[in-house]
């Protein structure tokens, strides 16, 4: 006769089981952020197996929804934020990009002050819709009235971004922290670490200068920046999603 197991013990078995599964996955990153760091020139396959691992897009999902912007919604498309966190909408998601299906929705567009902390206000609104009836909004017709545009995907579209910066990040930091001449835009990074690394090796300073490039995420070249990723990354599927 077999021998039914104890709850505690089923507990601790299950227990068990999911820390070798979240392992293993965290492994996966580890694997080829290690390849990154050990062959620069390497190449990468099969990533769309990766993000649509249900581990890893319980891993982004969890990792986005601290964020202040969790809980905000894209467009009527699809209006679900975090409080929408499910295993039904993780299984929902990997289904759809394993098979295929999966499609990045519109974003929904605000404007914030030029600081893009806060909502214009009621008179740039204004003249911004009298701007979008009119036709096409420029940059400079936004900068002009001291505003700044910011895109908010649905939360579905969040975990997916989240899970694909995961894959980006394993394949490119460690060629970052090879130079470690770049400390905008990663993990752990920021201004202070540039000012320690000029403290550290700069023998003197005379001067620095202060730049901002116009409109430069709004005219960054998207066949450029795809043929980039196409040199280390082999996965067409991948690509096309980002793409």
Known sequence: MEKKIGLAKKRKLLEAQFRELDFKRLKTLNRIANKAGLYPNAKYDKLMYIIADEGILYQAMGQITGKLGALTPGTKLDPRTADESSNELIRELSTSLKNG??????????????????????????????????????????KELKA???????????????????????????????????FGFRPKYGCQDAIQEIQTYAKSMNFAIEGDIKGAFDNVCHEILIKILSSKIKDKKFLKLIK
């Open 148 to 182: 700044r545009p910011l895109g908010i995907s649905s939360f579905p579209d969040k975990i997916v971004q989240e899970a694909i910066r995961m894959v980006l990040n394993a394949i490119y930091e460690p060629e970052f922290a090879k130079f470690n001449v770049n």
């Open 101 to 142: 299906s999966f499609r990045f929705k519109p974003i929904r567009r605000v404007y914030m002050d030029k600081s893009g902390k806060n909502p214009v206000t009621n008179e740039q609104r204004d003249e911004l819709v009298k701007l979008h009836k009119i036709g096409k909004v420029t940059m400079d017709q936004i």
